[in-house]
């Protein structure tokens, strides 16, 4: 199983994407990625990165299948404590990678579109 903590609802993937999550991990489930202040200070960042690292084990305890990873992708200071916590426990994480076409208007704005590769392992 997938655990997705990412801004990036599992619904909302393309085919390819879901396609690939499910040969790896068989299912995906999504956790909401939390939303997080700019004004936060670097304890309540950890703070909050235990707090999900708590969620993750309680999801993982009742899906214990071998093939169980995380998909992290957000703000950069949680994401980085929250794998080191999941280091710790040898749970895996992986990013998704992707190619980005923009197009940008005449009036500077852009549009972007996310085609997905493949996902990485963090470590």
Known sequence: MLINLSNHPYDNWDIN???????????VIDLKFPVISPEACLFDIVELTFVYARKIDEI???????????????????????????????????????????????????ISKFRFVRFRAYF
């Not at 190619?99 to 852009?110: L, M, N, S, V």
């Open 17 to 27: 994407q879901k396609k690939t999550a499910e040969a790896m991990f068989g299912s």
């Open 60 to 110: 993982l305890v009742l899906n214990k299948n071998g093939k169980n990873a995380i998909h992290l992708m957000g703000e950069f200071t949680f994401t980085y404590n929250l794998i080191e916590l999941l280091r710790a426990k040898l749970i895996p994480v992986f990013a998704s990678t992707s190619i980005r076409d923009t197009i940008e208007d005449e009036k500077g704005a852009k």
